[in-house]
């Protein structure tokens, strides 16, 4: 099996009921006839105004206004229905129109499970939005939330979303100065806690990381506590509400309409200097992107039970939230998914007839790794889909679903980011699944491979640029007043384009590859973190002077994370060092991030100006000459490089430490 060969081929009945052709057929009757899913894709970008206007037609949502589509068709800047109304939240609750059909189902690793109907999460999203009203929050302001992968997670999501408050949530996995660092500079009104979460078989008690971070945020006015197992509702005392007490008063869900591109949602991005990118998206533009992404690239249905492992730190959790725009129930997973086995979670997915099934492509080699056969734990004739991101996923990885999982079954990997909060490249249901490449450039997105001189390529790896505007693309980022952070996060290297950071190849039938990333983000197991985030904690080590940090992605789905230390004087323990580093990274900041090497070295790289070099650094040490890495002339010490190419030449070609 090689990279391109054709795995799967939708058949006549799945074409002619899939999402996206209901769409051309309608697109047809409006005069616009489209022979292929490419000549589609050709049309959504070449005229932005005519395709997402007919997305908003087609879809009959309410509130469009008079202007123009696309008032200004720039990057960044663009001006996107620039009078019309819409909320979010009302959208997702507007599917379902009988009450007792399922939107949420939950469980988690220990075996708990809870399920709620359209009409409990209306309930209990109203009531909450009554006492956040009480409390005098409306539009704009924050509501920040340290809560896991739980139902109350997504309503407390749609309670602020329908005042038209911004949204932002951290898992409870993260230490407390990483969410500080985040939440600090949104000064949020009020905050939600929990108390624990399981994991892996042991009980993580946060309810002295929950008191910390509400002491450390001064805007906190008022906070609600989440108790996991409902054992103790008052575990954070006085000057907090219970939880159960904050959806007590039944109160009809209302929506407040806003303008098109009124503030969301805050998702967290980082550089590679700096505190964490707030990056900020707009009520309308997730609205028409998610439609799109869910119902054309997904192809979700009222039918489907829509699974996609994640936690609340990740922006899949917002993804798969948007699952209820188009009336599918939503299920929620919150655990390890390798507990009590590498097995627990297809176990369970086919016991709960999950029919879209979706992971990191990590999680899908390591079950290939382990030599799991999933198609021997059940019936899996509900399963239509399975979906991945995070990482790459390898041709290998492709054949084990469809020796493994279920040979007829529609293999669907996308890429996208945080940045956007949706997919550049993904699935459709209406084309063919080829070894190793996604399926196709999403609507509206014009994705291409930019080479060295900033000019599309086809069929050769370049840097995956987006060169028209796209409703997803963030409004700003908070606390950039002049957007001068915002320009220099996506659109430094090629004025008017957005620079995402990822090497990616289009094939000349309009598949893509994804051949890791581009840029200096550290990105484990789907949860992206700026290298800034790891240097804050590491360098507080006594003992540590300096530090580097690069993270390897090879087409495996697996991420190699070496960190490089330059230590004061010469007379530390450099093991105890080492374990004192992991045990920082682990409590203060995620122990998803730990590195899998810590080096030391006599000194960390550096241009002129004190920039750490990461990128040539990666580079040298995925097999790049030196000359070729950097150049040596824009170094403040390049003698420094000698141990990078040392240690380079133990990793070539694939690393096998850790």
């Given at each position: 099996?090689?990279?391109?060969?054709?795995?799967?081929?939708?058949?006549?009945?799945?074409?002619?009921?899939?999402?996206?052709?209901?769409?051309?057929?309608?697109?047809?009757?409006?005069?616009?006839?489209?022979?292929?899913?490419?000549?589609?894709?050709?049309?959504?970008?070449?005229?932005?105004?005519?395709?997402?206007?007919?997305?908003?037609?087609?879809?009959?949502?309410?509130?469009?206004?008079?202007?123009?589509?696309?008032?200004?068709?720039?990057?960044?800047?663009?001006?996107?229905?620039?009078?019309?109304?819409?909320?979010?939240?009302?959208?997702?609750?507007?599917?379902?129109?009988?009450?007792?059909?399922?939107?949420?189902?939950?469980?988690?690793?220990?075996?708990?499970?809870?399920?709620?109907?359209?009409?409990?999460?209306?309930?209990?999203?109203?009531?909450?939005?009554?006492?956040?009203?009480?409390?005098?929050?409306?539009?704009?302001?924050?509501?920040?939330?340290?809560?896991?992968?739980?139902?109350?997670?997504?309503?407390?999501?749609?309670?602020?979303?329908?005042?038209?408050?911004?949204?932002?949530?951290?898992?409870?996995?993260?230490?407390?100065?990483?969410?500080?660092?985040?939440?600090?500079?949104?000064?949020?009104?009020?905050?939600?806690?929990?108390?624990?979460?399981?994991?892996?078989?042991?009980?993580?008690?946060?309810?002295?990381?929950?008191?910390?971070?509400?002491?450390?945020?001064?805007?906190?006015?008022?906070?609600?506590?989440?108790?996991?197992?409902?054992?103790?509702?008052?575990?954070?005392?006085?000057?907090?509400?219970?939880?159960?007490?904050?959806?007590?008063?039944?109160?009809?869900?209302?929506?407040?309409?806003?303008?098109?591109?009124?503030?969301?949602?805050?998702?967290?991005?980082?550089?590679?200097?700096?505190?964490?990118?707030?990056?900020?998206?707009?009520?309308?533009?997730?609205?028409?992107?998610?439609?799109?992404?869910?119902?054309?690239?997904?192809?979700?249905?009222?039918?489907?039970?829509?699974?996609?492992?994640?936690?609340?730190?990740?922006?899949?959790?917002?993804?798969?939230?948007?699952?209820?725009?188009?009336?599918?129930?939503?299920?929620?997973?919150?655990?390890?998914?390798?507990?009590?086995?590498?097995?627990?979670?297809?176990?369970?997915?086919?016991?709960?007839?999950?029919?879209?099934?979706?992971?990191?492509?990590?999680?899908?080699?390591?079950?290939?790794?382990?030599?799991?056969?999933?198609?021997?734990?059940?019936?899996?004739?509900?399963?239509?889909?399975?979906?991945?991101?995070?990482?790459?996923?390898?041709?290998?990885?492709?054949?084990?679903?469809?020796?493994?999982?279920?040979?007829?079954?529609?293999?669907?990997?996308?890429?996208?980011?945080?940045?956007?909060?949706?997919?550049?490249?993904?699935?459709?249901?209406?084309?063919?699944?080829?070894?190793?490449?996604?399926?196709?450039?999403?609507?509206?997105?014009?994705?291409?491979?930019?080479?060295?001189?900033?000019?599309?390529?086809?069929?050769?790896?370049?840097?995956?640029?987006?060169?028209?505007?796209?409703?997803?693309?963030?409004?700003?980022?908070?606390?950039?007043?002049?957007?001068?952070?915002?320009?220099?996060?996506?659109?430094?290297?090629?004025?008017?384009?957005?620079?995402?950071?990822?090497?990616?190849?289009?094939?000349?039938?309009?598949?893509?590859?994804?051949?890791?990333?581009?840029?200096?983000?550290?990105?484990?197991?789907?949860?992206?973190?700026?290298?800034?985030?790891?240097?804050?904690?590491?360098?507080?080590?006594?003992?540590?002077?300096?530090?580097?940090?690069?993270?390897?992605?090879?087409?495996?789905?697996?991420?190699?994370?070496?960190?490089?230390?330059?230590?004061?004087?010469?007379?530390?323990?450099?093991?105890?060092?080492?374990?004192?580093?992991?045990?920082?990274?682990?409590?203060?900041?995620?122990?998803?991030?730990?590195?899998?090497?810590?080096?030391?070295?006599?000194?960390?790289?550096?241009?002129?100006?004190?920039?750490?070099?990461?990128?040539?650094?990666?580079?040298?040490?995925?097999?790049?000459?030196?000359?070729?890495a950097v150049n040596l002339d824009a170094m403040a010490n390049p003698e420094s490089l000698d141990a990078f190419v040392t240690y380079a030449k133990t990793l070539i070609p694939h690393p096998e430490k850790g």
């Open positions: 099996m090689s990279e391109g060969d054709i795995l799967w081929v939708p058949n006549t009945e799945s074409v002619k009921r899939a999402n996206i052709t209901r769409f051309m057929d309608w697109l047809e009757q409006e005069g616009r006839a489209f022979d292929n899913y490419e000549e589609l894709w050709q049309w959504s970008t070449d005229s932005l105004e005519q395709f997402w206007d007919s997305v908003w037609r087609y879809f009959a949502l309410p509130g469009r206004g008079t202007s123009p589509v696309l008032a200004e068709r720039q990057m960044p800047g663009a001006v996107w229905f620039h009078d019309s109304m819409v909320n979010y939240a009302q959208a997702l609750l507007r599917p379902f129109a009988t009450p007792d059909r399922e939107a949420i189902l939950w469980a988690n690793e220990t075996g708990a499970k809870r399920s709620m109907t359209a009409a409990e999460l209306s309930a209990e999203a109203g009531a909450l939005a009554q006492t956040l009203k009480n409390w005098g929050v409306g539009p704009g302001d924050r509501v920040a939330a340290y809560l896991p992968n739980i139902p109350q997670t997504v309503v407390a999501f749609i309670a602020a979303a329908s005042l038209g408050a911004v949204w932002s949530v951290c898992s409870p996995d993260f230490g407390v100065p990483s969410v500080v660092d985040r939440f600090q500079q949104i000064a949020p009104k009020v905050l939600l806690v929990v108390d624990g979460y399981p994991y892996q078989g042991r009980w993580f008690d946060r309810t002295t990381e929950s008191r910390n971070l509400r002491n450390s945020l001064s805007s906190v006015e008022h906070t609600i506590a989440v108790s996991y197992q409902g054992s103790d509702e008052h575990w954070m005392g006085p000057g907090a509400l219970p939880w159960s007490d904050a959806v007590r008063e039944p109160h009809p869900v209302a929506f407040r309409g806003v303008p098109f591109a009124h503030p969301l949602w805050i998702l967290y991005s980082s550089g590679t200097t700096g505190l964490p990118k707030p990056i900020v998206h707009s009520h309308g533009g997730m609205l028409l992107s998610h439609l799109v992404n869910g119902s054309f690239h997904l192809d979700l249905t009222p039918q489907d039970r829509f699974f996609w492992y994640s936690t609340t730190g990740w922006m899949m959790w917002n993804v798969v939230v948007s699952g209820l725009l188009s009336g599918s129930t939503i299920v929620l997973y919150d655990g390890s998914p390798a507990y009590p086995g590498q097995d627990a979670l297809w176990r369970w997915a086919v016991g709960e007839e999950i029919t879209i099934f979706a992971s990191s492509a990590a999680f899908l080699h390591n079950s290939m790794k382990a030599e799991l056969e999933p198609r021997e734990f059940g019936n899996w004739s509900h399963l239509r889909a399975v979906a991945s991101t995070g990482s790459p996923l390898t041709p290998e990885g492709y054949e084990w679903v469809y020796g493994a999982v279920k040979s007829d079954v529609w293999l669907a990997p996308a890429s996208g980011g945080t940045d956007i909060c949706a997919a550049f490249v993904g699935g459709c249901p209406i084309l063919p699944v080829r070894s190793g490449e996604m399926q196709c450039r999403t609507l509206g997105a014009k994705v291409e491979a930019f080479d060295a001189r900033g000019l599309p390529v086809i069929d050769t790896t370049g840097e995956l640029v987006v060169t028209e505007p796209m409703p997803s693309m963030p409004i700003y980022l908070w606390g950039d007043p002049d957007g001068s952070r915002y320009r220099s996060s996506y659109f430094d290297m090629y004025p008017g384009v957005w620079r995402h950071g990822d090497w990616i190849r289009i094939t000349s039938y309009g598949s893509a590859v994804i051949y890791g990333r581009s840029d200096s983000t550290i990105n484990r197991y789907g949860v992206r973190m700026g290298s800034s985030d790891i240097y804050r904690v590491v360098e507080t080590v006594p003992g540590v002077k300096d530090s580097l940090v690069v993270d390897l992605e090879y087409r495996g789905g697996r991420s190699f994370m070496a960190l490089f230390i330059k230590i004061e004087g010469g007379n530390l323990e450099a093991d105890k060092l080492r374990r004192d580093i992991r045990e920082a990274i682990k409590s203060r900041l995620s122990p998803r991030h730990l590195p899998d090497d810590i080096v030391v070295v006599p000194d960390i790289p550096k241009t002129l100006n004190g920039k750490k070099l990461e990128v040539p650094i990666r580079r040298i040490l995925q097999g790049v000459q030196l000359e070729a």
